[in-house]
């Protein structure tokens, strides 16, 4: 009996498990790692260009930030603070003794984060990175072990491969994971470099396509945990402030109960500036992505980074079809920013410049380490 080989990226079994893990972090972390271990196998059979899995490495990254929200509430913190001491408004509350543990902003930020914002963006997020995993991943495990070298690999053989994909359109058919598969093969097989480059940049983008189009309602959720009523936060503030044990939360209790009461003006006016920070922490989360060694690409700005030359000007038609689908302008990334990322078609168009640009980008390669 022949001995199972040994690969240096997880089989089918291991990224199932991996999909399957309840603690969200703990998922996305092994998720990043799995990644990484695919884009440096695929990277080694077709080498010189970023495959799908390289940039997906770096999306999980940026991902585990969502999903560990607890850092995100210590940046609120920080953030809600330095927006009321602008302000110039209740200086003297937030600097009130701590008597027996009071603490105004730890009170404001607890009460948001028991409200759920953002652990709503958190657990959309990270049903995303499962899902994604679990079906992408999945394939490419699949494709690498099935299929040691590329370019060797028959018609017969893809036919096979494709047998086991569902037929149609994302989100539910992966007609375009088949192609995006047929494509590395002839990129593989092709001598001509920038034949190669096209059609890797090509089968990236397809796959990129059909991961968007399955991720659309886990991406509009994540934007959506965000959206706090003022009137809710206040609500709650309020009730927190005045439950407080003590001799200042018997006070705030006497005060809340007289006519134009301050500790009202007090919750309503921490609500408006808690509904504005909130709302910009999690989209400026979810609209960036930090890439090696030290590019923080904010997704609501223009690419700086020049398209390689090789990609420069395009030739090969099917690339072409697909970028019209979501460019206005495909030889360009001077127009690359997105306002809304949860309009698929802006946010497409931003990933398919991002993934022309850095295509040769060698730094993609380094492991990923957890943010800070």
């Known amino acids: 009996m022949m001995p199972t080989p040994e690969f240096s990226f997880p089989n089918e079994n291991e990224v199932a ?6 603690d969200a972090a703990e998922r996305n972390t092994q998720i990043t ?12 059979r077709i080498p010189g260009y970023a495959n799908w899995c390289t940039y997906a490495t770096w999306a999980s990254r940026q991902a585990g930030v969502t999903i560990r929200h607890r850092d995100l509430v210590n940046v609120l913190r920080v953030r809600i603070h330095c927006a009321l001491r602008l302000s110039g408004v209740a200086e003297g509350l937030l600097k009130c003794p701590e008597e027996g543990g009071f603490d105004v902003l730890q009170i404001v930020v607890d009460a948001i984060d028991e409200l759920g914002p953002l652990k709503r963006s958190s657990g959309a997020v990270g049903e995303g990175n499962q899902k994604v995993f679990g079906d992408i991943a999945l394939l490419f495990s699949r494709w690498l072990t099935m299929f040691p070298d590329i370019a060797s690999i028959s018609d017969a053989d893809l036919q096979q491969f494709g047998e086991r994909l569902q037929p149609g359109p994302p989100p ?12 590395y093969r002839t990129a593989a097989r092709t001598s001509d470099a920038l ?7 090509l089968a990236n983008l397809q796959i990129a396509c059909h991961e968007q189009i399955r991720l659309q309602p886990e991406m509009q959720a994540a934007l959506d945990g965000a959206l706090l009523e003022p009137g809710d936060i206040a609500d709650f503030v309020e009730e927190k402030l005045t439950g407080h044990e003590g001799r200042i939360g018997s006070l705030l209790r006497r005060l809340s109960g007289v006519v134009d009461s301050p500790v009202r003006h007090f919750s309503e006016m921490l609500a408006r500036h808690v509904q504005q920070e909130v709302r910009i922490l999690i989209t400026e989360n979810l609209m960036s992505l930090w890439l090696p060694p030290d590019q923080d690409l904010r997704l609501g700005r223009n690419l700086t980074k020049p398209f390689p030359e090789a990609l420069q000007t395009l030739t090969d038609p099917a690339l072409l079809a697909l970028l019209r689908r979501f460019e206005s302008s495909p030889d360009s990334e001077a127009q690359s920013g997105v306002q809304d990322w949860a309009n698929f078609k802006d946010r497409m168009g931003f990933i398919a410049c991002m993934f022309r640009a850095y295509i040769d980008d060698r730094n993609l390669y380094g ?3 957890e943010p800070a």
């Open 367 to 369: 492991y990923p380490a």
């Open 195 to 201: 034949e190669r480059v096209q059609l890797i940049l």
């Open 172 to 183: 539910e058919g992966q007609d375009m994971l088949r192609q995006a598969f047929t494509n």
């Open 17 to 22: 498990r991996i999909a399957g893990l309840a």
């Open 33 to 44: 790692d799995g990644y990484s271990k695919l884009s440096a196998e695929l990277g080694r």
